[in-house]
């Protein structure tokens, strides 16, 4: 369902804006963040999207940018990648954003299988898009 702004019957949304992080500029791989929010009554709600094609300074200059346009009641989601620099990425970032509530944890799994159970949600209309 889209709608123009979130509902009015929300007086606490939970939002978290994850991240998938790319680093070439120009071609190749996006870096995409996407926020999200739960409602009390359990439906998902889509609040923006922000992505481009980012060298690694622009691409953090932009992620905390977008952490500030978001507020500090949101949460900051960051992918670790499996070993040592995806540890450093990490502890980077969070030091970056400091001030804010910065989540991480390694991922797991294809993209595809990742996105099933919020495409399943998508599919019986428990997500708006704003």
């Given amino acids: 369902?889209?709608?123009?702004m979130?509902?009015?019957t929300s007086t606490y949304i939970d939002w978290v804006?994850?991240?998938d992080l790319a680093s070439v500029e120009g071609e190749g791989d996006w870096t995409a963040g996407a926020k999200l929010g739960r409602l009390a009554d359990g439906r998902c709600v889509i609040g923006g999207m922000s992505r481009g094609r980012w060298g690694p300074d622009r691409r953090d200059?932009?992620?905390a940018a977008t952490a500030q346009m978001d507020g500090v009641s949101t949460r900051v989601g960051?992918?670790?990648d499996p070993?040592?620099?995806?540890r450093t990425q990490v502890l980077?970032?969070?030091r970056e954003l400091a001030g804010y509530r910065v989540v991480s944890g390694p991922e797991t799994g294809d993209k595809v299988t990742r996105a099933e159970p919020f495409a399943a949600q998508v599919n019986v209309g428990n997500v708006i898009l704003v």
């Fill in 83 to 86: 070993g040592q620099a995806g």
């Fill in 1 to 4: 369902m889209t709608v123009d």
């Fill in 17 to 19: 804006r994850g991240w």
């Fill in 6 to 8: 979130v509902p009015s």
């Fill in 78 to 80: 960051v992918p670790q």
């Fill in 61 to 63: 200059a932009v992620i």
């Fill in 92 to 94: 980077y970032l969070t």
